[in-house]
């Protein structure tokens, strides 16, 4: 099936907040919590006032060979790293948790779009060099989130009693779940057998979720140059120390967001609430809970542990991967160890991601340019014939289900005649209305409740029209109600609810170049694949 690519305004999907449909509108209210928006002169002037060590390119590179010393990886992926140590080298960044089996497809459109955009950057400044990078958030320890995928309307749930950082449990309680899904796979086809056997090498082969993160990212998207970076290292971490040790001993972070955060709300709703502190603290596959400051002590929460200043500034040199930032701290972490200057982030992302300039400006760390990260939908061949036979078009796909059926009723030839004669009668209604007037007052308001009386009737007419012809068409409406649980499943976007596989099977390993053809690095509008 050859895949034609159409696109949409974000704003005209309904799916997108107001900040996100201002923030593709370029309004003047975001302009205080950005850099400026995505453009060839912001990206320019980003480069020009990007200031990152030769010291902290040894240290990223020294960590980036480190990580993928078990892995096979391209020529592309290669020459990538070893380009970071020079200074012309530019990072392209997106992040997002390791969820397993990659979780939703949006996990793959940032990735490709991270891989687009610094393509197209390339294009741009022949001069420079760009990587794509993905950062992956290792320390979070949301496993219900990180641990969900949807396939074929089942929902498959990780079941790990593991603690701490979800990026360093280990994949083995993975294996059953792996067996489950087995059954989708017709390993007689050659690229589903390779899929297949990816999943299985990841999950097995890896001894950690982040470690098997890695590895699919680096098999299925690695031949066009993506690196994979996890900030859980001692050295990086060792990079962000000043800020780390701020945090502890003045909390800057809550008092500077939360003035943010009420300029934003005079027009947003917010998007992550600081705390007081903003870190966790943390040991290798045991705990990752939140440090507070009570009584001028430093406690673990959910943990009998507590430190006095003197301790936990004399942990935080001898052991900083201990420390764990949150969505507060985690934005400045990233672009501390990266010489970066592009984020790609979804709505909620962007959203979170404003809140903290002004934090960013307070540590002198240069706040990158943000990029809505592409979003798409997929319809298939058999859906798509269904759409056209309906006569509907793609911004009709999106109004609510009841809508598309009063459209597609107006639109039957019975109702249209209907209304017609519909039009007529209440024209005859209004002519004697005027005529009874010429008369008297009283008859004229008796030719008025006469009027109502009938044009009553008609309405409770054309109600058992409409009930009968969707009676008659039956396979009609349920067809609309069919291809919207099909395209917006448990009514969200396709990319925020399905999972890659479902698309592996109809497009095969073809689907990541079908990605990086369609998508756009500086492409602001919803792309539909049909």
């Keep these: 099936m050859k895949l034609t690519k159409h696109t949409l305004k974000i704003a005209d999907t309904g799916f997108y907040s107001s900040l996100v449909n201002d923030y593709v509108r370029r309004d003047e209210k975001i302009k205080p919590f950005i850099t400026d928006f995505p453009s060839t002169n912001s990206l320019q002037k980003a480069m020009e006032e990007k200031q990152f060590s030769q010291e902290k390119r040894k240290v990223l590179v020294e960590v980036l060979k480190r990580q993928y010393a078990q892995l096979r990886v391209s020529t592309l992926v290669q020459q990538n790293i070893e380009s970071l140590l020079e200074e012309k080298t530019f990072t392209i960044c997106t992040a997002h948790q390791p969820s397993i089996f990659t979780g939703c497809l949006y996990f793959i459109y940032k990735i490709v779009h991270a891989i687009k955009l610094s393509q197209e950057c390339k294009a741009l400044f022949p001069s420079k060099h760009f990587v794509p990078v993905f950062f992956i958030g290792s320390e979070d320890n949301d496993v219900e989130e990180i641990g969900t995928f949807n396939l074929y309307g089942t929902k498959y749930q990780w079941e790990s009693n593991q603690q701490g950082s979800c990026g360093e449990m280990d994949t083995a309680s993975l294996l059953p779940m792996l067996e489950e899904i087995k059954q989708y796979f017709n390993t007689t086809i050659e690229d589903e057998q390779e899929l297949l056997a990816i999943f299985q090498s990841a999950y097995q082969s890896n001894r950690n979720l982040t470690d098997a993160t890695r590895y699919l ?263 609309v109600a069919s291809i919207k649980d099909n395209l917006f499943p448990n009514h969200s976007l396709q990319e925020r609810h399905d999972n890659v596989i479902s698309l592996y099977k109809l497009y095969g390993k073809n689907l990541f170049d079908i990605l990086l053809e369609n998508e756009e690095g500086f492409g602001e509008e919803f792309i539909v694949m049909m």
Aim: glycine share 4%; charged share 25%; with cysteine.
């Design 217 to 479: 990212v680096n098999e299925l998207m690695g031949r066009f140059g993506i690196v994979c970076i996890d900030g859980n290292e001692a050295q990086l971490k060792s990079l962000y120390k000043d800020v780390l040790k701020d945090e502890l001993l003045h909390q800057q972070s809550f008092k500077i967001v939360s003035k943010t955060i009420e300029q934003l709300s005079l027009h947003y709703h917010g998007q992550a609430k600081p705390r007081e502190l903003n870190l966790f603290h943390k040991k290798y596959n045991l705990y990752r809970e939140r440090i507070e400051l009570v009584d001028g002590k430093y406690k673990v929460i959910n943990k009998n542990i507590e430190f006095s200043a003197q301790e936990i500034l004399a942990e935080l040199d001898q052991h900083p991967e201990h420390f764990s930032p949150n969505v507060i701290l985690r934005p400045m972490y990233q672009e501390t160890i990266l010489p970066n200057i592009a984020f790609i982030g979804g709505g909620g992302e962007l959203a979170y991601w404003m809140q903290l300039k002004d934090l960013f400006k307070h540590y002198s760390i240069q706040f990158p340019i943000l990029f809505l990260r592409n979003s798409l939908m997929f319809i298939d061949e058999k859906t798509s014939i269904q759409i056209e036979k309906l006569g509907l078009t793609l911004e009709q796909l999106f109004m609510p289900t009841h809508e598309i059926h009063h459209l597609l009723l107006a639109q039957n030839n019975v109702i249209q005649q209907l209304e017609t004669f519909e039009k007529n009668i209440v024209q005859q209604f209004n002519e004697m209305v005027q005529l009874s007037a010429t008369v008297s007052v009283p008859l004229e308001e008796s030719v008025k409740a006469h009027r109502q009386k009938n044009l009553n009737i008609v309405n409770r007419i054309h109600e058992k029209f409409a009930s009968h012809i969707k009676r008659k068409e039956v396979d009609i409406y349920s067809n």
